[in-house]
């Protein structure tokens, strides 16, 4: 028998009042984006400048719609499309859990593009504040995977091993703390660094660029611990649809570093 650590009994509701019920993973969608809201706005009074606060509070409400709706969509159209088309009223069901970080990170990009042309703001630039802030939601977001049982990793016989209630009872890599210090910390922490640069700050587009090419790396490290989806499995090679989808988001990452290094500094 194989040492695993015993999953920590943690009722991924917090409270219920009724048929209101205010779970884990909710919060940590709501910690994600007030948390990140708060650090963009110290982020927009630094040189050069690219908004103005008002707006950082304006956009709150276009990122919440493009994370949700996004991450949704994103569900839906990658990775379980027929049961959706097959039980129409479960998409709407969010809080049965189901979202796609490349349908939410699209939908932002949208919002972004969007909120940025209306106000006359530069989108790269802009593009940059939100890569800096991006982190602190997937870290929020993937502690609530792993509350909420699910996402898990592959069969394991480390000594951090997790034998997850809804995994069998066999010990698995938590994956979703990989993908939580990876994408989120670990990626937070260098785009920290980073932002603190003058050089780094008047090249648009670059933090942004850093930010997409990162996170498709920590997600792609990250799909090899982890256990692929049950209905699509393994893909060729030993890849996963997680490995695919992150693919193109490190070529447009790539691109974008390679435009701002290319342009004189602003």
């Known amino acids: 028998m ?53 707006d950082v509070d304006d956009f709150l409400v276009w990122a919440t719609l493009g994370v949700v709706l996004g991450g949704r ?3 839906v159209l990658f990775y379980q499309f027929d049961y959706y088309i097959a ?19 699209l939908g932002v990009v949208v919002a972004a ?12 630039r ?3 504040l ?10 929020f977001g993937r502690i609530a995977n792993f509350i909420n049982s699910e996402l898990w ?24 703390i990989y993908e939580a210090l990876l994408e989120g910390a670990l990626l937070f922490a260098v785009l920290f660094i980073l932002s603190r640069k003058d050089a780094v700050r008047r090249r648009p587009g670059l933090l942004m660029g850093i930010f997409i090419a990162g996170y498709a790396l920590a997600r792609m490290t990250a799909e090899f611990f982890r256990e692929p989806d049950s209905y699509i499995g393994f893909l060729a090679f030993g890849t996963t649809w ?23 500094q602003v």
């Not at 040492?3 to 940590?28: C, T």
């Not at 939100?130 to 870290?139: K, S």
Request: charged residues 15%.
């Open 2 to 54: 194989l040492f695993a650590i015993p999953f920590p009994s943690i009722d991924p509701v917090i409270f219920e009042v009724g048929v209101f019920a205010v779970r884990w993973y909710s919060l940590a969608y709501i910690a994600g984006l007030v948390l990140g809201w708060m650090y963009m706005k110290r982020l927009c009074r630094r040189v050069p400048p690219v908004c103005t606060e008002t």
């Open 73 to 75: 969509l994103g569900i």
């Open 87 to 105: 039980n129409p009223a479960k998409i709407i069901a969010v809080w049965e859990g189901g979202m796609s970080f490349h349908g939410g990170f």
């Open 113 to 124: 593009i969007w909120f940025a042309r209306r106000r006359n703001i530069d989108p790269l």
């Open 126 to 128: 802009f593009g940059d």
């Open 130 to 139: 939100l890569g800096c802030v991006a982190p602190i939601g997937l870290f």
């Open 153 to 176: 990793g592959r069969a394991a016989d480390v000594p951090w091993a997790v034998v997850f209630p809804t995994g069998g009872p066999v010990p698995r890599h938590p994956s979703q």
């Open 242 to 264: 997680g490995h695919w989808l992150s693919v193109p988001m490190f070529a447009a990452g790539l691109f974008f570093i390679w435009r701002a290094r290319r342009k004189p």
